[in-house]
Every structure is written in C-alpha cells, then in structure tokens.
C-alpha cells in the first residue's frame, strides 16, 4: 500500500517509511492511497468470529500488501489477547469496555500493535535503533510505554505536561525505566505535541538520531483502533440488532473516532458517529459552523481529552474530501463541561450502578442525549476508572477498588526529566541522550 501526506508536498511512500517516519516531510499525516472495502461475505459470518479473528480480517485489509500473512496474524493475535466485552446499560445503550488491556486503556491495542510492527520494519531494514517520541495528555504515555518496554532496537521518549496527568497514568510511565524515557513539560499537551512535530521537523536532530512518533498521527498506531467497531458490531449483530446503530467515541486527538470513520469507508454498517468532546470543543464549533479555530487547551476532568489542535482533524477532512456536509452526514458532536461529567458518573452509578471514567462519562451522556427512535448505540469506555480513583470517588463518595495491576505500578519510583516547553531544550536532551 502507498501512503500520502495530507498537505500532498511530499513523495508517496511505503507502510515500511510511513510507520518508521511517523510524520511526512511536509508536517502532513500520511493516509493510505486506498481503502480496501471488506466483502460481504465477511459482515454475513461476523457475529461468529472471535476478537482475533475479526481484527486480523481488518488488519489484512489494511496492511496485507506488505507484511507476510503468517507475521501479520502473529501480530494481531499476540495484541489482541484480551477481552473487549459489551455490556448493556439499557435496551438501547450499550458500553464497549475498552480497558482490559495491561494499562487498562484503550490505546494498549494500537500501541501494543505498533510496537510489534516497527520491531518488524527495523529489524527488516536492518536499522540499529529507532526512537519513538510520544506526547501524552494521558493514557497514550502509559500504552505506549508499556506496548514497547523491553523492545530491543526501540527507545521511547514520553513527553507529558506537568500536572496535567492523574497520578495513577503518571506512575505507570515514569516508574519503567529500561528503554523508556519520560520527558516532564512545563506546559500543556498541545505544547507537548508542538515539541514533538517540531523534533521531526528539525534537520540536525535528524541527522543526529532516527526519530519516530506513537502518537495517533502514526499510521500504526490509529488504524488498529478500527478493530473496536468491528467487533462491537459483531456483538450487536448477534443480539439480532444489525441497523440504526450508533457510535458515540469520547474524543481528544481524534485517531479513534478517525479509525471508526476508516471502517466505516470499508463496508462497517454503523449508521452515524457521535464526537464527545469535553470543554475542548473545536470540533463540535466545526460541525456547528463548518469554521475550524484551535485554540489553547483547558484543563478538565477527562484529561485525556484535553486538546485544543486534534492532528486527527486533518485526516478527517482529507478522508471526507473536505467535504463540510459530507462530514456532518457522518458524525455529529456534543460536549461535556465538568459539572456534567460528574453528574453523569452520579446519574449512572446510582441508577444502574455502572461507574463510568471521566472519558466515559461524555460519551454515555452525548449518547443518551443524542439517540433517535429507532437507534441503538454504544459509546467507547475508553479507561478503567481506577485510573481517575480520587476524581471518581469525590464523586460518587464512596471508595472504589484498584485492580492488581494498577497496584503494582503505584509501588514503583518516579524517574523523569524536567523540561521547559521551549524546543530549544528538548532538542539539546536529545542531542546529548
């Protein structure tokens, strides 16, 4: 498959130099040149595949070009080994629990599969080491760190704004060590990710080391994530429910509402996508004005969520042909302030008993608010809430459990490297590292 730049000031390129890269010469994301529609034989037996089978069945659509079958479908059955079950709330409303991973979020899948697939390429170019830069608002840092520890040939530098992240995402990035490398910015996620783009962009940094990102803006990354409505479907299906249905995605960088929207081009039979964003809204003034204004981040209760300049946006207009109706044909948005995030986490708990994460907690309300007669939906819970354990229990004013896992990363040492958000900083680290 041949990959392209969003801005379209670049030369075509390989899946082996898009997923190595990261970001094309241009600044642009690289999007694949085609999309390979699914037969329909495969919507006919999908409620009887497995979470492996049907996401190696996508993953061929995607990457089958150039990675041999049996290393693609060793890669995708070593990621997805864990469950994603759909759980129903009411006869209407489904939530796809996405945080059984090892981080208990759900960026572990793309993550986990990245890593395995630049494993794959740099040991197939034979490059001595590759060094993957990743800004976080959150739970990417964890995933991402956690997907490639202990990956020979890889380093990754976490980049993550100061006190921005909950202390259980922060423990689980900063306490590894090994091949992993966390970068504390005295900034905001969007100026985190600024540092990132612009370490790719920097000609000496690049003569100096081989630089790759693990954001969503890495092909690898954001294009497992259509695994998730794929297999949320085939649940649904085998409920007898197979029209009308409705995916509402909690969204900060928009690579997995993006990854939906790549299914949806492939044949997926949802019907509309609902975009819950939190107090960071310049999505949902998009689709109200079909004007699209960044602007600095604020910081909220869904932290991961947190982004004033989604890179995913770009794809968005690219893979709709900047085609404003188009787009809203498709998706429509909602937010979420604060005080609705804990009156839904509230509303929820009490009367189903449900704890919801912050994250979650859009998405159910944007879902519950926005559902048509006729329609069924699911909204992604995208993290344990665990992870948010004192926003979540002053909430709900009752303790709530930590799985095992969470534990054991709370017991571990912090180690980080305290940055300005100045480039000039970063790129002197990385000279000397």
């Given at each position: 498959?041949?990959?392209?730049?969003?801005h379209h000031h670049t030369p075509r390129v390989s899946?082996?130099?898009?997923?190595?890269?990261?970001?094309?010469?241009?600044?642009?994301?690289?999007?694949?040149?085609?999309?390979?529609?699914?037969?329909?034989?495969?919507?006919?037996?999908?409620?009887?595949?497995?979470?492996?089978?049907?996401?190696?069945?996508?993953?061929?659509?995607?990457?089958?070009?150039?990675?041999?079958?049996?290393?693609?479908?060793?890669?995708?059955?070593?990621?997805?080994?864990?469950?994603?079950?759909?759980?129903?709330?009411?006869?209407?409303?489904?939530?796809?629990?996405?945080?059984?991973?090892?981080?208990?979020?759900?960026?572990?899948?793309?993550?986990?599969?990245?890593?395995?697939?630049?494993?794959?390429?740099?040991?197939?170019?034979?490059?001595?080491?590759?060094?993957?830069?990743?800004?976080?608002?959150?739970?990417?840092?964890?995933?991402?760190?956690?997907?490639?520890?202990?990956?020979?040939?890889?380093?990754?530098?976490?980049?993550?704004?100061?006190?921005?992240?909950?202390?259980?995402?922060?423990?689980?990035?900063?306490?590894?060590?090994?091949?992993i490398t966390a970068i504390e910015i005295d900034g905001?996620?969007?100026?985190?990710?600024?540092?990132?783009?612009?370490?790719?962009?920097?000609?000496?940094?690049?003569?100096?080391?081989?630089?790759?990102?693990?954001?969503?803006?890495?092909?690898?990354?954001?294009?497992?994530?259509?695994?998730?409505?794929?297999?949320?479907?085939?649940?649904?299906?085998?409920?007898?429910?197979?029209?009308?249905?409705?995916?509402?995605?909690?969204?900060?960088?928009?690579?997995?509402?993006?990854?939906?929207?790549?299914?949806?081009?492939?044949?997926?039979?949802?019907?509309?996508?609902?975009?819950?964003?939190?107090?960071?809204?310049?999505?949902?003034?998009?689709?109200?004005?079909?004007?699209?204004?960044?602007?600095?981040?604020?910081?909220?209760?869904?932290?991961?969520?947190?982004?004033?300049?989604?890179?995913?946006?770009?794809?968005?207009?690219?893979?709709?042909?900047?085609?404003?109706?188009?787009?809203?044909?498709?998706?429509?948005?909602?937010?979420?302030?604060?005080?609705?995030?804990?009156?839904?986490?509230?509303?929820?708990?009490?009367?189903?008993?449900?704890?919801?994460?912050?994250?979650?907690?859009?998405?159910?309300?944007?879902?519950?608010?926005g559902l048509k007669s006729g329609e069924t939906g699911?909204?992604?819970?995208?993290?344990?809430?665990?992870?948010?354990?004192?926003?979540?229990?002053?909430?709900?004013?009752?303790?709530?459990?930590?799985?095992?896992?969470?534990?054991?990363?709370?017991?571990?040492?912090?180690?980080?490297?305290?940055?300005?958000?100045?480039?000039?900083?970063?790129?002197?680290?990385?000279?000397?590292?």
């Open positions: 498959m041949i990959y392209y730049s969003t899946l082996q130099e898009a997923v190595i890269k990261g970001l094309a010469k241009d600044k642009g994301l690289f999007m694949p040149q085609h999309i390979k529609p699914l037969p329909a034989s495969f919507f006919q037996d999908i409620e009887d595949m497995s979470l492996q089978k049907i996401s190696y069945e996508v993953a061929d659509a995607f990457f089958g070009e150039d990675i041999p079958a049996d290393t693609l479908k060793q890669i995708v059955y070593d990621t997805m080994n864990f469950d994603i079950p759909l759980v129903k709330l009411n006869d209407h409303i489904y939530s796809l629990e996405l945080f059984h991973g090892p981080t208990l979020a759900f960026k572990d899948v793309g993550a986990r599969f990245m890593a395995r697939l630049l494993e794959y390429f740099i040991h197939k170019e034979g490059k001595e080491q590759v060094n993957v830069l990743v800004a976080t608002s959150g739970d990417t840092g964890s995933a991402v760190a956690n997907g490639f520890l202990g990956v020979e040939g890889i380093h990754v530098y976490v980049l993550y704004p100061k006190k921005k992240v909950s202390r259980i995402q922060e423990q689980q990035f900063t306490t590894l060590g090994q091949n905001s996620f969007d100026d985190c990710q600024a540092l990132v783009k612009s370490a790719f962009s920097d000609t000496e940094l690049n003569r100096h080391m081989q630089m790759t990102s693990a954001n969503s803006i890495n092909v690898a990354r954001f294009l497992p994530q259509a695994f998730y409505y794929f297999h949320a479907y085939a649940q649904l299906k085998k409920k007898g429910i197979e029209k009308d249905i409705v995916a509402c995605v909690p969204s900060g960088n928009f690579g997995n509402i993006t990854a939906g929207l790549f299914g949806h081009k492939m044949g997926l039979p949802i019907s509309r996508f609902i975009a819950a964003n939190n107090n960071n809204d310049v999505f949902f003034q998009y689709l109200q004005t079909g004007i699209y204004t960044p602007k600095k981040s604020i910081q909220t209760l869904a932290n991961a969520m947190d982004v004033g300049n989604p890179s995913n946006f770009a794809r968005i207009l690219d893979l709709y042909h900047h085609n404003y109706e188009a787009i809203c044909a498709d998706i429509s948005g909602a937010t979420c302030t604060d005080n609705q995030i804990k009156e839904e986490i509230r509303k929820v708990w009490k009367e189903q008993h449900y704890l919801l994460d912050p994250h979650g907690a859009c998405g159910h309300r944007a879902i519950r608010e699911f909204f992604l819970e995208t993290a344990h809430p665990a992870k948010f354990k004192d926003t979540v229990e002053k909430i709900i004013n009752e303790p709530i459990a930590i799985p095992l896992n969470l534990q054991n990363f709370m017991k571990g040492t912090k180690q980080s490297i305290e940055l300005s958000k100045k480039f000039s900083d970063l790129k002197q680290f990385l000279l000397n590292s």
